[in-house]
């Protein structure tokens, strides 16, 4: 007698490539290990043991592109400030009050924000605390100093994604946080500033400036090689022994190097591999589940652009893809126009001129949804050449998900092309 089997079977009975934790490969995860940051975080260890010894560590400043772990080590350093102050409670050490805020300037971008987390972090009564909004920043900040101040201790706060915060709103809290230790008798604070974009040094004001960067650090993209030990320490947590084929840790870290090398994305892949090789029933993750996991991201990632083009611009795509069905693919912007100009007029919207039409190829070439090249022919003579860059299909599916154009997707181009 053969069992009764149900649809979920294929699923359940397939063998299982994770570990039970497959979060490992997630960046949330933090490893007990950060192979190739060793001196970063020595450096970094190095400059807040001051504060153990009871001193003003410098403001620090570090720079690295996505992915190179800059936050990675400053929640290692975290931890280990955590693991330091378990000992002082069981009396094995013994050092100054110590505390090391982190905060993510992506979410908290005010400076009443970043003030009154920082404050409520020293109010251990509740109904004392520094309100989500409504006092002045002023009080907000002579608050924070006195109770920061109450009794001596060094603060360590760490602003993430420091950048955001600046273009948000300019540069108000950082003088404020720098000159705090002109305004306290006991304590001290130092920052560390962390960005991948070293453009937003520009907007501070100069003492500002140089008060943050005492110490500057830049973390260094990291290479192939340095890629794959990353990898494979994870791989090593994340998967059943024998479930991943040798060389795969090699392509993941051979496609992220390519770009810049970005750990993040390194891992991603990875995680993505595997997924799809559990998805597919197959017992080993391979080299090809990792191509396969590249262009599965870079669809994601394209589908996200796409999606949130603005209608002009999902016109003028929309144009691009329709000739490119008709086998035309290499297209001047005139071809493009009048195919766009026609979409406009079946969508009911008023076309915009040729010339913010030639702005939009522009922009979707930045983008990389589709190619422009500027061609020359004879005498000076200069056009460009169109082509979608990504799948016709794809592409199309994605921009009929807008309810706007959606009806666009049976229409065919009148004008007839040569
Ligand atoms: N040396 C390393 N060892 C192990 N994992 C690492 C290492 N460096 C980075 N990672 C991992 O790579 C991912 C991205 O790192 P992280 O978040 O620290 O990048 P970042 O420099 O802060 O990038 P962004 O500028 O985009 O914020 C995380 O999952 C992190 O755990
Ligand atoms: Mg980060």
């Known amino acids: 007698m053969t069992e009764p089997t149900t649809i979920f079977h294929r699923y359940l009975n397939a063998p299982h490539i994770f570990r039970k934790d497959r979060e490992i490969l997630r960046p949330s995860y933090l490893p007990e290990k950060l192979p190739h940051r060793e001196n970063e975080i020595e450096q970094l260890a190095s400059i807040m043991?001051?504060?153990?010894?009871?001193?003003?560590?410098?403001?620090?400043?570090?720079?690295?592109?996505?992915?190179?772990?800059?936050?990675?080590?400053?929640?290692?350093?975290?931890?280990?400030?955590?693991?330091?102050?378990?000992?002082?409670?069981?009396?094995?050490?013994?050092?100054?009050?110590?505390?090391?805020?982190?905060?993510?300037?992506?979410?908290?971008?005010?400076?009443?924000?970043?003030?009154?987390?920082?404050?409520?972090?020293?109010?251990?009564?509740?109904?004392?605390?520094?309100?989500?909004t409504g006092w002045p920043t002023e009080k907000v900040y002579n608050m924070l100093v006195s109770k920061l101040d109450e009794s001596p201790k060094i603060v360590i706060v760490v602003l993430d994604e420091i950048d955001k915060l600046v273009y948000n709103s300019g540069d108000d809290v950082l003088y404020y946080l720098a000159k705090i230790n002109d305004d306290m008798k006991n304590s001290k604070l130092s920052i560390i500033g962390i960005s991948n974009d070293l453009k937003f040094m520009e907007f501070l004001d100069p003492r500002v400036r140089s008060r943050l960067s005492e110490e500057k650090m830049v973390f260094p993209p990291y290479n192939a090689s340095e890629l794959k030990d990353i990898l494979e320490e994870r791989a090593r947590l994340a998967f059943n022994p024998g479930t991943v084929d040798e060389g795969v840790t090699a392509v993941c870290a051979a496609l992220a190097a390519q770009e810049h090398g970005d750990a993040r994305r390194a891992l991603d892949l990875l995680r993505v591999a595997g997924e799809i090789a559990e998805r597919s029933g197959d017992r080993r993750v391979t080299a090809n589940h990792v191509y396969a996991a590249k262009d599965k991201i870079e669809l994601d990632c394209t589908a996200e652009t796409i999606k949130t083009l603005p209608l002009q611009s999902k016109l003028v795509l929309m144009a691009i893809i329709m000739h490119g069905e008709q086998g035309r693919n290499r297209l001047t912007?005139?071809?493009?126009?009048?195919?766009?100009?026609?979409?406009?007029?079946?969508?009911?919207?008023?076309?915009?001129?040729?010339?913010?039409?030639?702005?939009?190829?522009?922009?979707?070439?930045?983008?990389?949804?589709?190619?422009?090249?500027?061609?020359?022919?004879?005498?000076?003579?200069?056009?460009?050449?169109?082509?979608?860059?990504?799948?016709?299909?794809?592409a199309k599916r994605i921009l009929m998900q807008d309810s706007d154009i959606k009806e666009i997707g049976d229409y065919r181009l009148k004008q007839t092309y040569l």
């Not at 003003?56 to 975290?78: D, E, H, Q």
């Not at 912007?333 to 009911?348: M, N």
């Open 333 to 394: 912007t005139g071809e493009v126009y009048s195919a766009y100009a026609e979409l406009c007029d079946f969508v009911g919207t008023k076309p915009l001129t040729q010339r913010r039409i030639t702005d939009l190829i522009s922009e979707l070439d930045m983008l990389g949804i589709i190619n422009a090249k500027v061609k020359s022919f004879g005498r000076g003579g200069r056009t460009k050449e169109i082509q979608s860059s990504v799948s016709l299909k794809d």
């Open 49 to 132: 043991s001051t504060a153990m010894r009871g001193g003003r560590p410098s403001n620090v400043i570090i720079f690295g592109k996505t992915g190179t772990g800059k936050t990675a080590v400053i929640k290692y350093l975290a931890r280990e400030v955590q693991r330091t102050e378990e000992l002082v409670e069981k009396e094995v050490l013994d050092i100054p009050d110590m505390a090391f805020i982190y905060l993510n300037c992506e979410i908290v971008n005010t400076p009443y924000g970043i003030l009154q987390n920082i404050g409520n972090r020293f109010i251990k009564d509740f109904s004392s605390m520094i309100p989500f």
